[in-house]
């Protein structure tokens, strides 16, 4: 199937796959002030979305015309009619990709994509994984089927994440994100809420206001489960005493550690050990 994208012609599959989730094509559009419309009355065999990272699109369903502004993403389910366009005289950019298979219902349902038109925060990783996967699927090297399946279920879980942030009205703050990733590396230190705070230049109640709002726990009891689950890790799987994995994630209190792997997992440490 050929389609006219700002002028220039591309060829696009347009199959349905036996697999449980298969990429058939994607890839960036860009217009630059020229016309650009889609019109297909049947629609195509797979699915197909659409998600406008500058600019504005206009979308016809129903003989009712509805402008989609920047951050939205427009789903087609297969065989729905398609009508859209871009104006002329504006400059648009669109991230559009064409899936199939058994999965995709399931999929789509679980990240939220229910609507034919969501609105998701910016991410910059949902982006990253756009453009990760538009290398695989143009570069076709050994094996880009699989990783195009792969990116694409990321960057569906990053489209549902953004939806769900939405429909729950949070307030995004991507310093949490990353104080996350910094207590997975400093899980070796004791280093108390009150740091992380200083470190996002915080107060206490308004990082830990934050810190909840985006994880669901508070940032103690953040520490302390990726405390007693990296611990248990150590002493099932990698031969460490009760008082080397203690130490290991900044523990100096054997009989606190204790209780604590008692407390999370129903098991005193010794359970875990197999060597």
């Not at 020229?34 to 659409?50: M, N, T």
């Not at 031969?239 to 994995?245: C, F, K, L, S, V």
Request: one cysteine or more; charged letters at 25%.
């Amino acid at each position: 199937m050929s389609l006219t994208y700002g002028g220039i012609l591309e060829i696009t599959s347009n199959r349905v796959s036996e697999d449980y989730l298969h990429l058939n094509c994607c890839g960036i559009q860009e217009n630059r002030g020229k016309l650009s419309a889609a019109y297909r009355p049947e629609g195509r065999l797979d699915y197909h979305i659409l998600y406008i990272k500058e600019g504005r699109c206009t979308v016809t369903r129903d003989d009712k015309d509805t402008v989609i502004n920047k951050g939205n993403i427009i789903l087609y389910r297969p065989s729905e009619p398609q009508f859209y366009s871009f104006a002329a005289g504006e400059n648009v950019t669109s991230y559009y990709l064409h899936f199939s298979g058994y999965g995709c219902d399931d999929i789509l349902e679980k990240c939220g994509l229910c609507k034919p038109i969501s609105y998701i925060w910016k991410s910059d990783s949902m982006e990253r994984i756009f453009l990760r996967m538009t290398s695989e699927y143009m570069l076709k090297k050994p094996l880009y089927t699989e990783m195009c399946t792969g990116l694409l279920l990321q960057f569906l879980s990053c489209v549902g994440r953004s939806i769900i942030r939405e429909q729950r009205s949070v307030n995004y703050d991507g310093n949490i994100e990353r104080i996350c990733n910094q207590m997975h590396k400093d899980i070796g230190k004791n280093y108390t809420v009150a740091h992380y705070a200083q470190d996002c230049s915080l107060s206490m109640s308004r990082f830990s206001h934050l810190f909840k709002e985006q994880t669901g726990v508070s940032p103690k009891q953040y520490l302390t489960r990726i405390k007693v689950s990296r611990a248990c890790i150590l002493l099932e799987n990698h031969g460490y005493t009760i008082d080397e994995a203690s130490q290991a994630v900044g523990i100096e209190d054997k009989n606190y550690f204790s209780r604590l792997i008692k407390m999370y997992t129903g098991h005193a440490p010794g359970f875990f050990r197999k060597f």
